[in-house]
């Protein structure tokens, strides 16, 4: 579809743009510290997922139809207006609730999200000043102690984060989604693994440095809140439900006392 669309429109376009993905990167690539835009795709003979494979299959076609004329684009997980996956919707619905909340791991893992306006935001730079070329669009790295905050802080909440070991919750039957294989678990955008890791430790530092601005995480938030408020696009996860969640929070009370 992509090559077809490219052959289409390749006489048309004096400045075509195409929006790809993080996931294109090569499997291999998720261990290391850093992802800049020279790491390479994923095979097409892979084993790898169908989406991964294809998104990588796509910037090759078309690199080979547009040429120089091409912006590439590859944003990380994006979130705001009309996002469907309820992963930044459950932690900002959990921490609205108030209270007490699980807090996972000791909060040094990675977050990266970007928004979905920041992402249109540089399209149309790359129009307005001719950028062409490939640019990781993933925003910028975040602790997850400090993804927390601000999703609290965010909801005007006073609830309470207790930061609970991951092996503690691993005893409880607490995985992260890279166990469950789910975008939205117990603990949506939690990957303490290093090896699993490397989806929010992509850099963007070529897109800052050609001009690209983002909004603040508090806007993203509220433009999550307000579609599910009143576009019911989506339903928080029903991983953790209050009552475990309530449970495993007292046995970490009495462990601590």
């Excluded at 048309?12 to 993905?21: E, G, I, T």
């Excluded at 990957?191 to 530092?205: F, I, K, T, W």
Aim: with cysteine; hydrophobic share 40%.
């Amino acid at each position: 579809m992509v090559a077809a669309a490219a052959e289409l429109l390749k006489n048309h376009a004096p400045h075509y743009l195409f929006v790809s993905s993080v996931g294109a990167y090569d499997a291999r690539e998720w261990t290391k510290p850093s992802i800049t835009e020279e790491a390479p795709l994923e095979p097409w003979n892979s084993s790898g997922r169908p989406y991964n494979r294809n998104k990588a299959e796509s910037e090759r076609r078309i690199n080979r139809i547009i040429g120089e004329r091409l912006t590439i684009v590859r944003p990380g997980p994006i979130k705001g207006l009309r996002d469907d996956t309820p992963d930044l919707l459950t932690w900002l619905l959990r921490l609205r609730e108030g209270g007490e909340h699980i807090a996972p791991g000791d909060g040094s893992d990675p977050v990266e999200v970007v928004d979905v306006k920041d992402v249109a935001r540089f399209l149309a730079l790359a129009i307005d000043q001719s950028l062409y070329g490939t640019f990781n669009l993933t925003g910028k790295t975040m602790t997850f102690r400090d993804f927390l905050v601000a999703c609290t802080r965010a909801t005007r909440s006073d609830a309470t984060l207790v930061w609970i070991p991951s092996d503690v919750l691993h005893r409880e039957g607490l995985e992260p989604d890279s166990v469950l294989h789910t975008f939205a678990g117990n603990f949506p955008f939690w990957r303490p693994d290093p090896a699993n890791q490397g989806l929010y430790r992509v850099s963007s530092e070529k897109a800052f440095r050609a001009g690209w601005r983002t909004r603040p995480f508090d806007e993203t938030a509220l433009d999550c809140l307000e579609d599910f408020y009143s576009l019911h696009l989506m339903d928080r996860s029903k991983f953790l439900s209050p009552e475990k969640e309530k449970q495993v929070l007292e046995a970490w009370a009495r462990h601590a006392a």
